[in-house]
């Protein structure tokens, strides 16, 4: 799984260039609202479907491309 598309999508959707592999979604400002666009993003790259409790325990994109390599 590729972290830095990952963080791409995080980048877009947050509007924030700053985002890392470690980045906390929701520490840069990111909302449930939000989350609903990465995992809309994560279903359409990957076609792994993803619920927002996935998203909570894993809300970096390093975390978040384990969590899909691992459902793939």
Do not use: H, Q, Y
Not at 3 to 21: C, G, K, M, Q, Y
Not at 33 to 56: C, K, N, P, Q, Y
């Amino acid at each position: 799984m590729n972290v830095d598309a990952i963080s791409d999508i995080f980048r877009r959707v947050l509007e924030n260039d700053d985002v890392r592999a470690d980045s906390d979604f929701f520490v840069m400002g990111g909302d449930s609202l939000l989350a609903t666009r990465v995992l809309s993003a994560v279903a359409r790259s990957w076609g792994v479907e993803l619920d927002f409790d996935d998203f909570m325990t894993a809300p970096t994109p390093d975390a978040l491309a384990k969590k899909i390599a691992s459902m793939a």
